[in-house]
């Protein structure tokens, strides 16, 4: 039994990849141990920041790092720091804006809701936000057409919610922000590669320290010298609303290391495993009007079962999601693409032994519609 189940909540069967809304990772257990005994100390905060952020920063050869409670918090930080940067009355001033500069530019394609919008992170610092282009197209003379006296910064989104199309790259973006001395902020809170943006030019790239890290809720911010400085001066500012524990701390610092010293190699094989096995455990229960098959992620080396609720199943896939939550245990499923009737189940935080009982669960409820009636597609979900 889990701590949650003894406040009545249900168990969770996690297929649906690292996800805020589920609490993220399990971390591991040497992770579970280090936090647990750092929860039980004291520590100089200051000069464990310090210590962590000097390390990060050697581990992940980057100029500097700083820590935040999480992405979004680490966006609102770093787009901080971008109109304060080391200026204490303006760090303590925000979100009055002192001084010029107080727009941050984003390609429309780039404005994204992961929970939350992201311009409000953004917005809430007083800033506001320029949008260029349109959803289906920004090219360079948008962004240098943008550019001006009011310009504080330029974020760039990486994400799967984002759109991928037609948009400038980041090397791009970089060419011509660095013309113009403007800092470009990256978001890439979900993703793996944790060098490839700050090596394209990114001046801070943010990170979920909670998301392919595995660590405990937390964000991390890489980047280059003066700007982390300001973004570490925003604790004194608007970061001591968003703080995070010691524990977390060391939490995220085991994590991180746990990380880079895994084969990248090993885990995509021991994700691919898990895909797979639960697409064999699926097969062998026959079910009516399904069919599988493996996908890749689009941008990171993630495979995924997809289940396609074909037009003989007698439930639309949305309707069969519905009913994996409602099931005890829950079990969340990656539900981007529930509208073509395709549902993703992600590996990342499944144990082997789940697959077993996913497949149980989804049987049971097919069976059950199945006997049910015929007309049960047509409902309304
Ligand atoms: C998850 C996510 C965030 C927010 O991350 P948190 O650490 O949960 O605050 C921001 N941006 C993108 C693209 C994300 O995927």
């Not at 010691?246 to 084969?263: D, F, P, R």
């Not at 990342?348 to 049960?376: F, G, M, N, W, Y």
């Amino acid at each position: 039994m889990n701590p949650y189940q003894s406040i009545d909540l249900s168990n969770v069967i996690n297929a649906a990849g690292k996800m805020t809304y589920l609490g993220s990772s399990a971390v591991s257990p040497a992770v579970a141990e280090t936090m647990a005994r750092s929860a039980q100390s004291f520590v100089d905060m200051a000069s464990l920041k310090d210590a962590v952020c000097d390390r990060i920063a050697g581990l992940l050869q980057a100029e500097g790092a700083c820590l935040a409670s999480c992405a979004a918090a680490g966006i609102a930080v770093s787009v901080a720091a971008c109109l304060t940067g080391n200026d204490l009355d303006r760090v303590e001033s925000l979100p009055e804006i002192k001084g010029a500069g107080r727009e941050v530019i984003v390609q429309k394609g780039h404005v994204v809701h992961f929970g939350a919008n992201l311009t409000q992170m953004i917005r809430m610092t007083g800033a506001s936000v320029r949008e260029i282009g349109t959803v289906n197209g920004v090219r360079a003379h948008h962004l240098r057409g943008a550019i001006g006296g009011e310009t504080a910064a330029v974020l760039y989104v990486v994400s799967h919610h984002a759109v991928s199309n037609e948009m400038l790259s980041l090397r791009e973006v970089v060419e011509i922000a660095e013309e113009y001395g403007v800092p470009v902020i990256v978001d890439a809170a979900a993703e793996v590669d944790l060098s490839v943006y700050y090596r394209q030019g990114a001046s801070l790239v943010v990170y979920s320290g909670h998301k392919a890290i595995g660590g405990p809720t937390s964000g991390l911010i890489l980047g280059r010298k003066p700007l982390i400085e300001a973004c570490r001066l925003q604790d004194k500012g608007y970061a001591r609303a968003m703080k995070i524990g010691k524990e977390n701390i060391m939490g995220l610092y085991a994590a991180l290391q746990e990380y880079m010293s895994a084969g990248a190699g090993d885990a995509e094989r021991r994700l691919l495993d898990v895909a797979e096995r639960l697409q064999s455990e699926v097969r062998r229960r026959g079910l009516p009007g399904v069919d599988t098959r493996i996908a890749w992620d689009a941008t990171r080396p993630i495979p995924r079962l997809q289940l396609i609720a074909e037009a003989d199943c007698p439930l639309t896939a949305k309707a069969l999601v519905a009913r994996l939550e409602a099931h005890r245990p829950s079990v969340r499923t990656r539900n981007h693409l529930a509208d073509s009737g395709i549902i993703q189940f992600d590996p990342r935080e499944l144990k082997p032994e789940e697959t077993a009982v996913i497949a149980d669960i989804l049987a049971h409820i097919v069976q059950a519609a199945s006997a049910a009636a015929p007309a049960e597609r047509s409902e309304p979900q």
